[in-house]
């Protein structure tokens, strides 16, 4: 029942199922992240943590990489198709969105390639250090980390003036980094 899915058409062919994020183009590609298997063994290993809908797990997998990669859904959903046909989970569709769970013989899979996943954690590591080498100094990395974590700590306390306040926050800073240093004030000037 496996077999018949063209697992490799998704999951192999040299396309390790991520997007580059726009304005990071060192010349191709960059390091490359998973080797063939590593995203359908991570995936069974995030939802057997927690249970957990495919947009928590795109989200995650950015996470790992502190946002220099961004796993495409192209890749995700069918990833998690082909998991849930080879019953190592199951979804459930609640609000039209489905909620991933892993089942019995999943578990018994992630056992039986425990020491894959590690192999797979550790490249995650090596890719986001080399990453991290060739991206954002370290100060700019734990404000960035802190952003993300005040972010998570809001969650479930979202109204609409709260959803403004925030996203005008988040603009306002993005749109003054990307127009760079303030122009020197007149007093610099006459000096």
């Given amino acids: 029942m496996r077999e018949h899915h063209h697992p490799h058409r998704e999951y192999g062919d040299g396309h390790d199922g991520f997007e580059k994020r726009p304005g990071r183009e060192r010349g191709g590609r960059g390091p490359r992240v998973f080797a063939p298997g590593d995203l359908k063994l991570l995936l069974l290993a995030l939802i057997a943590e927690q249970p957990c809908h495919g947009y928590d797990l795109i ?25 849930e046909e080879s019953e190592l989970i199951s979804g459930d569709a609640e609000g039209g969105k489905k909620r991933y769970s892993v089942t019995e013989a999943g578990r018994l899979s992630l056992q039986d390639q425990a020491i894959a996943l590690d192999g797979v954690r550790m490249r995650i590591d090596v890719s986001k250090r080399s990453l991290r080498g ?20 809001h969650h479930g306390r979202w109204n609409p003036q709260e959803i403004l306040r925030v996203r005008d926050l988040l603009n306002n800073t993005a749109r003054a980094i990307v127009d760079g240093p303030a122009t020197p004030s007149a007093q610099e000037s006459a000096e």
């Fill in 134 to 153: 060739h991206d954002r100094p370290a100060e700019i990395h734990e404000a960035v980390h802190n952003l993300r974590h005040a972010l998570q700590m």
């Fill in 59 to 83: 989200r995650q997998i950015e996470g790992m990489f502190d946002g220099a990669y961004s796993p495409s859904p192209g890749v995700i959903y069918p990833t998690l198709t082909f998991l």
